[in-house]
């Protein structure tokens, strides 16, 4: 190696040269680097669940919507209603909208009252014909089908429900629809659905990478020209740190690669690994001017725990490929890609550049001197003798708490209450029957026969006799939507029992026998209004019923786990002795898959991680003591962060996921470098090993950990929750994993 690095320094004109070449060859390919916030990014693509949700959304058309509630002083007056069907009509215009549902497209059958028959044809809506507004409200509010879906309980407010087209984001959706209601100054309007949560996150998301992610950049250059006291040698790091970031992003670009909610971190962590090896490399080059060592040498001694952390970290991530979760598995991928390229840019770009200009001597060490005189050296023999053995019976504390880690959030908690989202979710969760929407299908088999094809009733276009709209079975999806309608972490409820239960209220309450729902069935299908609303309900076919209902994400003690186990269980013991089968979907079913799937694949991922780790440090040190007392360092850590988030009830989520990965690689990469320099230094000196280490890679570490936890602690003030979580366990993890290298290692290798 130390002719590899003297043939750079020498060549390093030719050298940079390339470098630019490559740089440019890959600039076309930074464009095509991108967020992907579609839903195919949440499962592997041959995931059931999934199949499922793609399955019933082709059934019975998409169930992606929006919802945005509305209010003011008198919502059910002419003016305002007059506002209101503008608002609609723009709304319609906006893309990927497939139709919008408001108060105005409410047929309404008690002004007067109408019989059954008659309301088939003389439904009357408002704006339209001429209604006592006030009791066109009170029957809205009454309505089966309408209260809580359009208006409600108290008739101050209403909302519009925009059914989506499938499509692959919808941010130019969103944006569009915000763009009208800021310009709308007659109502008060809120706006929430699925559509605009993954919106607004991969939003914030970009937000905080350009703001904080400049932010941070700035407090690490800053940090580390105080803590080198020189310039270029700051300079030389986050010039390398952009390098890696510019070229990674574009490798990625070219395998279109993109950034998913899960790897939206990935940058940071990129950045955090990249100034960890610069730091390292400039710390031992400054050691090695100091003793008179030529540049190529220091790189040398520098490159094998160098080597050895990335490949420590790389097998790290790629333990995400044993997870179930596409998006956690792309992660996993885009850091190893990430690693390999930090440590050849490392390698190659910082000779280049301290051949063009060298950097100082080794000053005064003013950190790792601080440290050992005051944290170290005065504690010592406390901590071999309390702290040591305390360590040790904290590992059976760390596992049982790390057990009782909450696999578990709601959507509203990932935004910050002053947030227009946040907000607009608790509005329409408490007025509007929440927003997050779990599917019930249910479905007759094909060798059932219910009805004569030749009934005088059934519709030509009817393509089976298995058909939903007999008494019997509306019995039945009647009393399954009343009986889960009594949980109350579920909202709205909506399937064409709805708009039967509407029917039979005109028919003074009385049960529809199979001649009157085959009339309601057909009176459905010839108004364009309700056919469109009733298609995402029931299938073409008649066989398949949707039932719907909106998750109320802000109840305080909502578990989608417990819920949905709850109404899978209730489900079996209804259907038991039917032939009716059901499925369970929906984005709600999804999400909670994939945060069930988090913690299994995390350990899983774990286990891999410590045995590959280990036998890389037999390979390395050679030693199977040594070995052990590297691996119990991440050990602890990972310990120690998992029981912090499970004592302070911050969940495993799709963001916190990263949260151990961290963990390990930092102190992996901190304990190796420690425990390499201390069997170098004791083949010179075993008693001057401990301090030597301390000076000298203890510095690189002590630089590394306070610039990098200081740097995130920057996130904190975000708006967006989960880079809260993100930028606080980070800062703990770092620390640990730097504590516990600096503490444990010199001490377990001295008395080895």
């Not at 708009?499 to 009339?519: P, Q, S």
Request: with cysteine.
């Amino acid at each position: 190696m130390k002719f590899f690095f003297q043939s750079i320094l020498k060549n390093r004109n030719a050298t940079f040269i390339l470098i630019s070449a490559v740089c440019i060859s890959l600039f076309s390919w930074v464009d095509n680097f991108r967020f992907d916030a579609s839903s195919e990014t949440l499962v592997l693509e041959d995931d059931l669940s999934y199949e499922l949700y793609e399955q019933i959304n082709e059934r019975f058309s998409s169930s992606e919507f929006l919802v945005i509630a509305l209010s003011n002083d008198d919502i059910f007056s002419n003016v305002s209603l007059a506002n209101l069907r503008n608002l609609e009509a723009e709304l319609e215009q906006v893309v990927n909208v497939a139709n919008v549902i408001s108060v105005l497209d409410a047929p309404l059958f008690e002004q007067p009252k109408l019989s059954l028959v008659k309301s088939a044809t003389n439904d009357k809506y408002l704006l339209i014909d001429d209604l006592d507004l006030n009791s066109a409200k009170q029957e809205l509010i009454e309505s089966p089908l309408f209260n809580e879906l359009i208006v409600n309980n108290s008739g101050t407010a209403v909302a519009m429900q925009i059914n989506l087209d499938d499509a692959e984001d919808y941010d130019t959706t969103v944006k569009q629809i915000r763009n009208i209601l800021n310009k709308e100054i007659n109502f008060k309007s809120y706006l929430a659905g699925p559509a605009m949560i993954v919106s607004d996150t991969i939003s914030f998301i970009k937000n905080d990478v350009l703001i904080f992610g400049c932010l941070t950049f700035l407090m690490f250059f800053v940090l580390l020209v105080v803590f080198f006291k020189d310039f270029w040698s700051a300079f030389i790091i986050m010039s390398n740190a952009s390098l890696v970031i510019y070229l990674t992003i574009s490798l990625l670009g070219y395998f279109d690669w993109p950034i998913s909610i899960v790897s939206s971190n990935f940058l940071a962590l990129l950045f955090i690994s990249s100034v960890a090896v610069s730091v390292h490399m400039i710390v031992k080059l400054r050691e090695g001017r100091a003793n008179n060592l030529a540049d190529e040498e220091s790189l040398a001694k520098i490159f094998i725990p160098c080597l050895y952390t990335a490949l420590t970290t790389m097998v790290g991530f790629l333990s995400l490929l044993l997870s179930n979760i596409q998006p956690v598995i792309d992660f996993g991928k885009m850091m190893a890609v990430g690693v390999v390229v930090n440590l050849i840019v490392s390698f190659v770009f910082i000779p280049v550049l301290i051949g063009f200009k060298g950097i100082a001597k080794s000053s005064e060490f003013s950190l790792s001197k601080i440290y050992y005189r005051y944290l170290y050296s005065n504690t010592k023999k406390v901590f071999k003798t309390i702290g040591i053995p305390a360590i040790f019976l904290l590992l059976p504390v760390f596992i049982y708490l790390s057990l009782g880690l909450k696999v578990e959030n709601r959507f509203i908690d990932y935004f910050d209450e002053s947030t227009e989202i946040h907000q607009g979710m608790k509005f329409i969760d408490e007025e509007l029957g929440g927003t997050t929407p779990i599917d019930l299908v249910f479905t007759l088999p094909e060798e059932e026969i219910l009805i004569d094809e030749d009934d005088f009733f059934f519709s030509e276009d009817s393509e089976t006799s298995q058909y939903w709209w007999r008494q019997k079975n509306m019995r039945l999806l009647k009393s399954i939507q009343a009986d889960l309608n009594q949980m109350p972490e579920l909202g709205k409820d909506l399937s064409i029992v709805n708009g039967v239960l509407l029917a039979e209220k005109l028919n003074d309450f009385t049960e529809m026998g199979d001649l009157e729902l085959a009339f309601v069935r057909n009176s459905l299908l010839t108004n364009e209004k309700a056919k469109d609303l009733l298609v995402s309900y029931i299938s073409p076919d008649d066989r398949s019923a949707r039932i719907t209902f909106r998750i109320i994400d802000s109840f305080e003690n909502i578990n989608r786990n417990i819920l949905l186990e709850k109404i899978d269980s209730y489900l079996q013991t209804k259907l038991e002795n039917t032939n009716v089968e059901y499925q369970i979907s929906g984005l709600g079913v999804l999400y909670n898959n994939l945060l069930q799937s988090l913690f299994g694949s995390q350990i899983t991922s774990l286990v891999f991680v410590f045995g590959a780790i280990f036998l890389m440090l037999l390979l390395l040190f050679k030693s199977l003591l040594t070995s052990l007392i590297v691996l119990f360092i991440p050990l602890i850590a990972v310990g120690f962060v998992f029981s912090f988030m499970s004592i302070f009830s911050i969940p495993l989520d799709i963001m916190t996921i990263t949260i151990a990965s961290i963990s390990v690689g930092m102190s992996v990469d901190y304990a190796i470098h420690i425990a390499w320099r201390f069997r170098e230094e004791q083949k010179i000196s075993k008693r001057d090993a401990e301090i030597n280490t301390i000076h000298t890679s203890g510095q690189a570490v002590l630089i590394t950990a306070m610039t990098v936890i200081i740097g995130f602690l920057v996130f904190v003030f975000s708006n967006f929750n989960p880079t809260v979580l993100f930028g606080l366990l980070s800062a703990v993890a770092i620390f640990i994993s730097a504590a516990l290298a600096l503490r444990l290692i010199p001490i377990f290798l001295e008395s080895k």
